[in-house]
């Protein structure tokens, strides 16, 4: 069954925002630190930013500043709020649930599509 579902991608010029959502079944986002993951035509997939169960976050440096991973444990929900978009930013963004120890160790969604062009 499908166990994490995004929305929120879409086009965007550059220099506007955009946020993501990705609703996760409860068993999931109770136990599971949440993520995003972004994967760029010819290029592998990479961490953009990722949040634990207590809400400490990390971000990638050409992210930071600019993207906001946030989580709501009432709706089961991990947000990406993406500010200052650039071109460079176009990719598929992946919702990742990630635990060190329970298997699975990773659950996906199906990713979404954002573009950011003029």
């Known amino acids: 069954q499908v166990q994490l579902v995004e929305s929120g991608g879409g086009l965007v010029q550059p220099g506007g925002s955009l946020r993501l959502s990705c609703a996760a079944s409860?068993?999931?986002?109770?136990?599971?630190?949440m993520g995003w993951y972004r994967q760029a035509p010819g290029s592998q997939r990479e961490l953009v930013a990722g949040?634990?169960?207590?809400?400490?976050?990390n971000y990638a440096d050409s992210v930071k500043g600019r993207f906001t991973i946030s989580r709501d444990n009432a709706k089961n929900t991990v947000y990406l709020q993406m500010n200052s978009l650039k071109p460079e930013d176009t990719a598929v963004y992946y919702c990742?649930?990630?635990?060190?120890?329970?298997?699975?160790?990773?659950?996906w969604g199906q990713g979404t599509q954002v573009t950011v062009s003029s």
């Open positions: 990742n649930a990630n635990h060190p120890i329970i298997v699975p160790r990773n659950y």
């Open positions: 409860s068993s999931i986002f109770s136990v599971y630190a």
């Open positions: 949040i634990t169960l207590l809400g400490n976050t």
